[in-house]
């Protein structure tokens, strides 16, 4: 749908742009239930998460089942089980989770739990916070039932030494692809998840914008919802995933939406940043958006018609 088009069926104009659309003023979605995801693990990722949105069941259990595919694969190496450790060779984990109703979760620095996505989701659903960290995080993870696991595989292993050894520079852009995913169940609810090891070799205790709620990930069920891969610390800087929500609701289509975002972090690096951020967006309508800076980006998006890898093109 055309940008002004969706102004008008909205009733909002830019002008305007703090007023709230209700549901009633978004034109419904007959493509649901969709979901859609970063990068080529995208795609079975989408798969567990259909298998669940085709039975009618909720977003929120789609998301996760979604990021817990990468997460156990040994061969994402910047997800769960096998990512890339940071300087010190340890494997650190963020993730977060954000349901249709604003409840969100979310676990930063843990370390030896393969599936920090559920963790998140637990934090939210059993405690009153939203967020834990590092040692306070796997122990509760522990007392919830997770089992610890030593996340090094012998390849990821290799890969440290040989960093360690010649300390290359490296940037999520070269080393890293987050899985965040997104969907919208036959209800029309929308639920989002992302999951990372984050970048590879960073410092020991860093965390990126994947389990920062409004930065890697974000969730209005009145509009839609974003998530982000790529350099985190510029989605943290510029609120991302919050952002690229607030733009749709003044009445961006996602993929404006996603352009604007990205263009004020292309501008703030002097129209010539050298390293990736990109967005997916879903609008509450079912149209979907993406953009990202540099060279080119994949999204897997899954509907009726099938599940498929889509490539764009950086904006410079
Ligand atoms: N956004 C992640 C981080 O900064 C990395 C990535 O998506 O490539 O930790």
Redesign the pocket.
């Known amino acids: 749908m055309k940008r002004r088009k969706f102004i008008k069926t909205t009733a909002v104009s830019i002008a305007a742009p703090t007023i709230l659309l209700s549901n009633q003023n978004i034109p419904s979605n007959h493509n649901n239930p969709l979901v859609l995801s970063?990068w080529t693990h995208g795609l079975p990722a989408n798969k567990a998460a259909w298998k669940i949105l085709s039975k009618n069941g909720s977003a929120l259990d789609a998301v996760e089942a979604g990021a817990k595919v990468p997460e156990a694969d040994p061969k994402s190496t910047?997800v769960g089980y096998g990512g890339l450790p940071d300087e010190q060779g340890k494997v650190t984990l963020?993730a977060c989770i954000m349901d249709h109703t604003g409840n969100c979760g979310s676990v930063a620095f843990i370390q030896n739990i393969k599936h920090p996505i559920s963790v998140a989701r637990k934090i939210m659903e059993v405690t009153k916070h939203v967020m834990l960290v590092g040692e306070g995080a796997r122990q509760f993870a522990v007392s919830q039932g997770f089992e610890e696991t030593d996340l090094l595989t012998d390849e990821s292993r290799k890969a440290w030494k040989k960093w360690e050894k010649e300390q290359f520079q490296s940037t999520?852009?070269d080393t890293?692809?987050?899985i965040?995913i997104l969907a919208q169940d036959y209800k029309g609810n929308l639920a989002g998840a992302c999951t990372?090891s984050?970048?590879a070799y960073?410092l020991h205790g860093r965390?990126?914008?994947?389990p920062i709620i409004g930065a890697?990930l974000f969730v209005d069920n009145e509009i839609g919802c974003t998530a982000?891969?790529?350099?985190?610390?510029e989605?943290i800087k510029t609120t991302g995933s919050f952002l690229v929500v607030e733009l749709m609701r003044q009445g961006y289509s996602p993929n404006e939406a996603c352009e604007e975002a990205l263009k004020r972090i292309i501008k703030k690096h002097n129209r010539n940043p050298d390293f990736?951020v990109s967005y997916i967006a879903l609008r509450k309508d079912g149209e979907i958006g993406s953009a990202c800076i540099n060279g080119s980006f994949e999204y897997a998006l899954a509907n009726k018609k099938g599940n498929k890898l889509h490539k764009i093109k950086g904006l410079i």
């Open positions: 970063t910047s963020d999520p852009h890293h692809d987050t965040s990372t984050g970048w960073k965390v990126g914008d994947s890697g982000a891969t790529g350099l985190g610390e989605v990736q």
